[in-house]
């Protein structure tokens, strides 16, 4: 199989060609540090995304210069030429795969019309994109009995998150723009994302992360304005109002399910953030919010 990306641009974890586990995909890996690179140019066999977690780099795409910066999403298409210039910082850190769009979607064929003019795009990545972006790689880097499985399915669903960027003019994470352009509150809102029910304090916060605590609220302070517990408390909230709105669960159990310690206490937070209650919500007794915007709240 080919290899998508340009040999010797990239350090850290790599999988190429037949050792990728997944159909379609011919290149998979993790790059954390490269102080000495140089540049490269190929052009592209398959489709491309690189999630650009820390640091900062240029490329060249066609000959037009990107730059890729703390959250950015670059998807480039077959047949794209692609030259990697620098980096700004010695320290990088970068996910990316390659693969194939039509083996992808060949199920679907008729979803495959909106790339045919495509050349490359650049957005702000969704935590979706790189947690199951995360989890192919992790599972090619570590595997398992099951890995394959969850490789591929993990896959699947990275696919249907990309074709959604084709099918939208404007795709906008929930989480204010500020948020991703610090990696450190970046993981930290996702890994509150995904493990909201966790008993999460500071101190575990920052060791699970490797930094410091006065960072880590440094880091906070600076892009919303509060605590990283206020943040995770806000995203209990939400996921609690979610649960009560689209599952058959009843109060106690939503609230044990976020992190509440009691209905109680959730339903004192619920009530002083939404201004309903929750079994209000639940009876859908209340006009519908959408409880994401209370994101942007500062």
């Not at 650049?122 to 009995?145: D, M, Y």
């Not at 399915?153 to 959604?164: E, K, L, P, R, T």
């Not at 990283?228 to 209990?236: E, F, Q, T, V, Y």
Request: charge should be positive.
């Amino acid at each position: 199989m080919p290899i998508d990306l340009p040999e010797g641009v990239y350090s850290g974890f790599s999988i190429y060609g037949d050792d990728v586990i997944v159909p379609g995909v011919n290149s998979l890996g993790e790059h954390w540090s490269s102080p000495r690179l140089k540049p490269v140019l190929k052009k592209l066999e398959n489709f491309t995304c690189l999630l650009q977690l820390e640091g900062e780099c240029r490329f060249r795409i066609n000959g037009e210069e990107i730059n890729l910066t703390n959250g950015s999403l670059l998807l480039i298409a077959r047949g794209a030429v692609m030259e990697r210039l620098d980096q700004k910082f010695a320290y990088n850190h970068c996910l990316w795969i390659g693969f194939s769009m039509r083996r992808a979607l060949h199920e679907e064929p008729e979803l495959l019309e909106p790339w045919k003019s495509f050349v490359y795009m650049k957005r702000q990545f969704l935590p979706k994109h790189k947690s199951l972006l995360k989890t192919i790689v992790n599972e090619h880097a570590s595997p398992g009995p099951f890995s394959e499985q969850i490789a591929r399915s993990s896959y699947s669903a990275f696919i249907f998150s990309i074709q959604d960027l084709m099918h939208k003019r404007k795709v906008e994470s929930v989480i204010p723009a500020q948020l991703t352009q610090n990696p450190t509150v970046l993981q930290a809102i996702d890994l509150f994302e995904r493990e909201h029910g966790e008993h999460w304090d500071l101190k575990r916060l920052a060791e699970q992360l490797a930094v410091s605590e006065s960072k880590l609220t440094k880091a906070f302070r600076v892009t919303t304005g509060e605590s990283p517990m206020a943040s995770l408390w806000k995203i209990r909230l939400i996921k609690g109002y979610e649960l009560l709105v689209s599952s058959s669960m009843n109060i106690t159990q939503v609230a044990m399910t976020v992190g509440f310690q009691s209905s109680q206490s959730f339903a004192t937070a619920f009530k002083r953030t939404f201004k309903a209650t929750p079994r209000e919500v639940k009876g859908g007794l209340v006009e519908e919010i959408e409880p994401r915007n209370f994101f942007h709240r500062k």
